[in-house]
């Protein structure tokens, strides 16, 4: 790395990074939804809202921030990310009032966008695309390790007072902030000089239009697209819904008179330990895996997710929900690595590799806008079961979209790249 900035490398300062915001996701969302409702006293409607909110200005801000990280710089997207993420943590923490948590969860999907694209852009440009599969199933481990921390902090401290977690949470993401202000280098990117007729405000435009070309002429990126989308829509209804599911249609165990925010931490602790466990014999062997076997490795865990996510909305009684919650959530954690590895080897043209990610960001968060609401007037029309298997179902479509990437052996028909138009 270079000499000014420390003596911090590249792979090490992803690893902190990435270690740190699974604490800082444990810390911030364990127990949220129960400090939403009791302290904030957000109606069922409102819940929803914040949820909207978030994916709103996620969406309407993803491409306009990967195209920042695209012509000014990776790193500072990943900083100022950092920084606007803690911000709305604090603030939701510190004022008890649905209004101000609704703007603030808006703020909280604005810096997620910055972070959205540009890490992934920087890790590849920094330790290139050969590392990537590594470093993400490294990270992947420590992640699962953080995270499963984060879990503890936020019951010990909501247990105290619902708002600490998000509180905490927001402070250490200022910390990360002024970590990666210290520690973290930037030698591998090169950024677009602009023209002098046209400025920054061309080249950002140029590379926005590069990005896209680049999407429509590979046809394995179309398909990564369509994925996204149909994991999206699922994803959205179970992340809304399975704590819900349990409350109202399972039930929690009655053991040792938990509280119902001690058993969520319990349930997530459950899947960072049980993913840690099946994923740590996978690393070298992932680490190693082509394009081709990529696919074909996501293909086998979609068609897990499927079954595993229909068994979570079918089954009536208590522990094999659980069993299935575990099931697919594990499913769903393994999935990550191998999925971002096949992107990033995918996008050839380093010069736009933040937009394209970006636009394939938003191609899951339009999947979440587009099952969402379909999925929530499912549950309130019949039951929350029906919605949760209706989701799983969704996800039946992207096993026909990976076998065709696997025809191709997960790369394009035609291998030439794609040239890009961004204005140097």
Sequence with gaps: MSGDRGRWSAYTVWLVYSGTWSFIASLSWTTTAVYLVRDVHMSPFELVLAGTAMELAYFIFEVPTGVLADVRSR???MIVGAGVMGTAML?????????????AMAL???????????EDAWLADEIGSARLG?????SAQLDRVTGLLGIGAAVGLSLVDLSWPLIAAGICAFGLAAFLHLAMPEDGFTRPTARAHGGSLRTALATVSSGRRVVAAHPVLVLVL???????????????????????????????SLE????????????????????APLVASVEALGQAKLVR?????????IVAALSFALVGEVWPAIA?????????????????TWLNTAITDSSVRATVLSIASVSGSAGEWGGGPVLGWVATRWTIRTSLAAGALMLAPALLLLGRAAAHQGRDPDLTDVESTAVR
């Design 75 to 77: 790193r500072l997207s």
């Design 91 to 103: 603030v939701s923490g510190l004022v008890a009032s649905a209004p101000v948590v609704l703007a």
């Design 108 to 118: 909280w999907g604005i810096g997620w966008t910055f972070r959205s694209g540009a």
């Design 134 to 138: 590594s470093a993400y199933q490294r």
């Design 226 to 256: 369509a994925i996204a989308f149909l994991f999206g829509m699922w994803a959205e209804g179970f992340d809304r819904l399975k704590e819900a599911h349990f409350l109202l249609e399972v039930g929690l165990p009655e053991l040792f």
């Design 260 to 279: 119902s925010v001690v058993w969520f931490g319990v349930l997530r602790a459950g899947t960072m330990i049980l993913s840690f466990a099946v994923a």
């Design 297 to 305: 490795l996501l293909i086998a865990f979609h068609l897990l997710l």
């Design 324 to 340: 299935a919650y575990w099931f697919t959530t594990v499913v769903r954690e393994l999935i990550e690595a191998p999925y971002r």
